[in-house]
């Protein structure tokens, strides 16, 4: 028992179960608020992501013989919960894209359709079809899930590398 405390899978699945739960509501929230995906203030699932990590971490530290952890295990436990949070968020991506917002891909394809011809408003019939298409293969909730869980994990793993710097606590003491 006392090995399972100091193993990061455990702390990191309840954090990363944690942390996608609130990223979730977050989403919930900015959708029911008909605030746009491209807004500034969705920088702040950046932030909230940021911080669940370091909480994630400092508290798998906290867990551990004098609070002495390395970096690499710094980084495990962020790694971690970034990898459950990633899973959990992409499970409610296609949920939400499936059942919840069925339109949603219908809108993103207008707006993808209205982008390219304010970018190129003499392109062809064929060529908008063709670049509508491609958009088209992409917006579909099997790819936007797998999107969203590579995104999110990227991101978490860069969060979680940076992170570790400062929440590592090696010990200085001399053998």
Known sequence: M????????????????????????????????DVDSESKIMWLSYVIL??????????YRKKLPG????????????????????VLVAIFVYIFVEYIDTT?????????????????????????DRALSI?????NPAMMTVFSFLGNLLLSTIFSLIIAIFAKRED???A
């Open 172 to 174: 200085t003491s001399i």
């Open 104 to 128: 949603l891909i219908a809108k993103k394809l207008a707006e993808a359709e209205e982008q390219i011809l304010e970018s190129q408003p003499d392109i062809s019939d064929e060529d908008l």
């Open 50 to 59: 940021f911080i669940g990590l370091y909480m994630a971490i400092v508290s």
């Open 135 to 139: 958009t088209k293969a992409i917006l």
């Open 2 to 33: 006392e090995e399972n405390k100091k193993s990061p899978f455990m702390s990191s699945l309840s954090s990363g179960i944690i942390l996608g739960i609130v990223l979730i509501i977050f989403s919930l929230i900015m959708y029911f608020l």
């Open 67 to 86: 609070e002495i952890m390395t970096y690499g295990q710094a980084f495990l436990s962020g790694f971690l919960t970034g990898l459950f949070t990633s």
